[in-house]
């Protein structure tokens, strides 16, 4: 969808290295921002969001937000070939509070040992 | 707690013949959303529920599909009837009502189903 765009990949990294997602959003009245991961034949699971400009970390993980520069990205530490999945990007779009998420097309990162 | 529920979970049709998707969502949960996803894509939203009225259809293809919320809790979604290109994994998904800076706005998906059309 166009609202949402996101390096398409694929994205492989060895094992222990820094993965890097990125998103580029065209709302700019868009204030929520989340990642959510797709494991192949499995439904999106939630694993960061973010409001804010600047970083928010969880664990291995950092979302970073540039409402200015409409992106978003996603740092995932420390990688791990469990890690290998999809990353979806999901803006609330609209700044709407009823949850209407967009979503971009996914990378795909795979994480080899 | 359970998860949100959706049956059948494959489907095979040949064209021009309908189907219809179910969706249970968790309990307590005003919100339900039925999203498309093609192989390759990220989910494409379809219809936004809140209770049992609709908030946004715009990107649904009302001539074939039609999708009700009836008593605000179960939901079903039909194709009919269907194309080739309606080949993809129907989502369900519900959130909890969203308050200014009360939740996430986290999705609960459910397993999908994917739907097959020859």
């Known amino acids: 969808q166009k609202e949402v765009e996101q390096n398409s990949g694929p994205l492989s990294v060895p094992e222990g290295a820094i993965a890097s997602l990125n998103c580029t959003y065209s709302d700019r009245g868009s204030q929520s921002f989340f990642w959510y991961r797709q494991y192949s034949g499995k439904s999106p699971e939630l694993i960061m969001f973010i409001y804010s400009n600047g970083d928010k970390e969880d664990g291995r993980f950092t979302a970073q937000l540039n409402k200015a520069s409409q992106y978003v990205s996603l740092l995932i530490r420390d990688s791990q070939p469990s890690d290998s999945a999809t990353y979806l990007c999901a803006v609330n779009v609209g700044g709407s509070t009823l949850g209407r998420l967009y979503f971009g097309r996914g990378t795909q990162l795979t994480v080899w040992p | 707690e359970a998860g949100v529920a959706q049956s059948p979970r494959y489907k095979i049709i040949e064209k021009r013949q309908s189907v219809a998707f179910w969706c249970n969502p968790i309990?307590?949960?005003?919100?339900l959303y039925w999203y498309q996803q093609i192989l390759g894509q990220g989910p494409k939203l379809l219809i936004q529920f809140q209770n049992n009225g609709v908030v946004d259809d715009s990107q649904l293809p009302k001539d074939r599909f039609s999708a009700e919320r009836l008593k605000g809790v179960d939901s079903t979604l039909k194709i009919q009837p269907a194309k080739l290109e309606d080949s993809a994994v129907y989502l369900c998904?519900?959130?909890?009502?969203?308050?200014?800076?009360?939740?996430?706005?986290?999705?609960?998906f459910g397993e999908g189903s994917r739907l097959t059309v020859l």
């Open positions: 998904a519900s959130s909890p009502t969203l308050r200014a800076g009360s939740n996430t706005g986290e999705l609960f």
């Open positions: 309990s307590g949960h005003a919100t």
